[in-house]
C-alpha cells in the first residue's frame, strides 16, 4: 500500500480493517493514542519516505498493537445473527447526522420568514451527537458502518481518472467554501436582524462558528455534526435569496409595463347652475382649501415691452382671454356654447342664453 499516496486516513482505515473482529470499544481503545500517533509520524517524513517504511503495513502493526494490548491474532468475524444489533449507537448517530443535513437545507430555504423552524434540526443534531460524543474523534464506529463504507467506497474513485481529478480540485476549494459558507450566513443574518433579533443571533453565532468548525472536521470527525447542517443551512438560505431577488424583479419589471396614466388638463372650465346659466367669476378650491388653478398662456403679453399681464386670480373661471393690441394688454370676455344638455329639462330663459363674443374693449392693466 502506497501510504504517502492515500494518506494517514487510509492507513488507518486498514488498521481498522485488521482489527474488526474485536469489539467496538476495543477497537477505540487501541486506536485512540494511534490516530494522533500516525497523524504526527506524517509530518516527519522525509520526500521519499511512507509510513510504512517507519511502521511497516496497517496489518502488521495493528498485529503488533494487538499483542501489545493482550489480545489474540486475527481471526474471522462470524456473522451478526442477533436482531438487536441492528440499531446501534453509531447507526443512530450517522442517520441522525443525514437527516438534520436534509431537514437544515429545507428549512435554510424558509428561516428568513420562520427562523424558528431551525429548532428542528437543531434538536435532531444535539440527540445524535449526544450519542457518540463520547466515542472520541475518529468516530471510527460510525466509519465502519456498511453505509458509510458503500459511501466512501463511491467518494473514492480510481487514480487517474477524471473523476478523481475533479474530487481532489474540489477538497482543494474547501478553504475557499468555509468563507463562502460564512459569507452565506452572515447575509442571512443580516436579512433577520430587522424581523427576528433571536433568529439573528442564531444565524450569526453560527457564521462565527462555522469557520473554525471546518478545518476542526478533518482532525476531530464530531464536528460534522455542525459542519455539514451549517453547509446545508448557508446553502438553502441562498436559494431563498435567490427565490426573493427573483421575484422582486419581476414585480418590478411587471410594474414598468404598466402606462403611465393619462392625465387630462383643461385650459378653462365653465360652470352652469341647475338653470343652465352659465355663472362668472366663479373661485375654485380642492378639498384642502387649495385653489383649483388652470394652466396659464398668456403668449405675447409675457413678452418685454407689451406691458403688464391683467391681474386675474388663477382659480377664476370662466377665465378671460388675453389679447394684445396697440402696445396694451386686453381682457375679453370668455364664449362658449351652451351644451347639448343641461341637469335641468328646463329650458334656459332668454336672460340665461350663453353671452356670446365680447369685442376687445380697453382696459387699464391691473398693477
Known sequence: MNTQALGVEHYLAGMRAALDDLPPNEVAEIMEDVEAHVAELSTELGEDETIEQRLGSPEQYA????QAAGYPSRTERLPV??????????????????????????????ALREPAILLLPGV???LSLALVHDRGPSQHEIMNLPETQRLKKWMTPEQG????R???????LQPAWWLVRAGLLGLGAVLLAGRDILGFLVVAAIAVVSVFAGPRGKIDRRWLWFSLPASALAVGLLFQVIDVTANQLAYNTSRSSYPAPMVETYDNIYVYDENGKLLTNVLLYDQDGSPINAPRSYNSCNEP????????????????????????????????????STPSTTPPSS?????????PTSVSPSK
Open 161 to 164: 481518472t477524471p473523476a478523481e
Open 124 to 126: 435532531i443534531l444535539v
Open 166 to 172: 475533479a474530487l481532489t480540485y474540489l477538497r482543494s
Open 63 to 66: 498485529q503488533e498493537l494487538r
Open 305 to 340: 415691452g407689451n406691458g403688464p399681464e391683467p391681474v386675474i386670480p388663477a382659480n377664476r373661471y370662466p377665465r378671460p382671454k388675453i389679447d394684445y393690441e396697440n402696445g396694451v394688454c386686453y381682457t375679453v370676455a370668455p364664449s362658449v356654447s351652451a351644451p347639448s
Open 81 to 110: 445473527t442477533t436482531k438487536g444489533n441492528w440499531l446501534t449507537r453509531p447507526r443512530a448517530a450517522a442517520w441522525g447526522l443525514v437527516v438534520a443535513t436534509g431537514v437544515t437545507l429545507l428549512a435554510g430555504a424558509a
Open 351 to 359: 336672460g340665461s342664453a350663453t353671452p356670446s363674443s365680447v369685442p
